[in-house]
């Protein structure tokens, strides 16, 4: 009896979600995780510049230091070089 009480719960629950409803308890902390992925995440996402040199590569091969992406180590270094 109990287990059908927790499907019918869950079913109930996919269905709100799946016609765009939210479950405050669940999704408040989904949300919070997001938010700080968001402001990380633009300008990472799919393919990214490096911030050196300008060549595109794909988020995997991105190397993000200091919020900036960039190719390869040698950039990263070159582009601490010119700030000094
Ligand atoms: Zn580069």
């Given at each position: 009896?109990?287990?059908?009480?927790?499907?019918?719960?869950?079913?109930?629950?996919a269905?709100?979600r799946?016609?765009?409803?939210?479950?405050?308890?669940?999704?408040?902390?989904?949300?919070?995780?997001t938010?700080?992925?968001?402001?990380?995440?633009?300008?990472?996402?799919g393919?990214s510049?490096?911030?050196?040199?300008?060549?595109?590569?794909t988020?995997?091969?991105?190397?993000?230091?200091h919020?900036?992406a960039?190719?390869?180590?040698?950039?990263?270094?070159?582009?601490?070089?010119?700030?000094?």
């Amino acid at each position: 009896m109990l287990l059908r009480v927790i499907i019918l719960i869950i079913i109930a629950g996919a269905i709100y979600r799946f016609f765009g409803g939210k479950i405050p308890f669940i999704d408040k902390k989904e949300e919070k995780e997001t938010d700080v992925e968001k402001d990380f995440g633009k300008q990472i996402q799919g393919t990214s510049e490096c911030a050196f040199c300008g060549i595109y590569m794909t988020e995997d091969d991105a190397l993000i230091y200091h919020r900036k992406a960039y190719c390869s180590n040698d950039c990263v270094e070159k582009s601490k070089r010119l700030k000094r």
